[in-house]
């Protein structure tokens, strides 16, 4: 049932629409708290979609919300399920997304 939840709000946070993407990376920030370790099967296909391209946004809001949702991740999930997509990630990003991610897994 999360994969069936999670595969159709993906895309929300790529969407073309900056207010779509910005909405969407906020309520992904009140969702945390609430599933916490829950979300373990299904944060390999979260965490692509929450640091591609929002991280290293030029809109303000979506680059805060996008940083508010990688804090909450790292505040409220026990960290070893989240070592190896960080790792992965930062190793093809580039910019301030590379030093955001490589500063929450130091």
């Known amino acids: 049932m999360l994969f069936q939840i999670f595969d159709a709000f993906k895309p929300r946070l790529h969407d073309s629409n900056s207010k779509v993407t910005q909405v969407a990376l906020e309520a992904m920030?009140?969702?945390?708290?609430?599933l916490k370790d829950h979300l373990s099967p299904v944060i390999n296909m979260?965490?692509?979609?929450i640091v591609d391209n929002n991280l290293n946004?030029?809109?303000?809001?979506i680059y805060a919300a996008?940083?508010?949702?990688i804090h909450a991740l790292c505040?409220?999930?026990?960290?070893?399920?989240?070592?190896?997509?960080?790792?992965?990630?930062?190793?093809?990003l580039s910019g301030k997304a590379k030093q955001?991610?490589?500063e929450k897994l130091a």
């Open 66 to 69: 996008a940083t508010n949702v």
């Open 29 to 34: 920030h009140k969702m945390i708290p609430l």
């Open 75 to 92: 505040q409220h999930l026990d960290t070893s399920l989240l070592l190896q997509p960080f790792c992965t990630k930062a190793q093809f």
């Open 57 to 61: 946004s030029k809109n303000p809001g």
């Open 46 to 49: 979260l965490i692509p979609a």
């Open 100 to 102: 955001d991610l490589t």
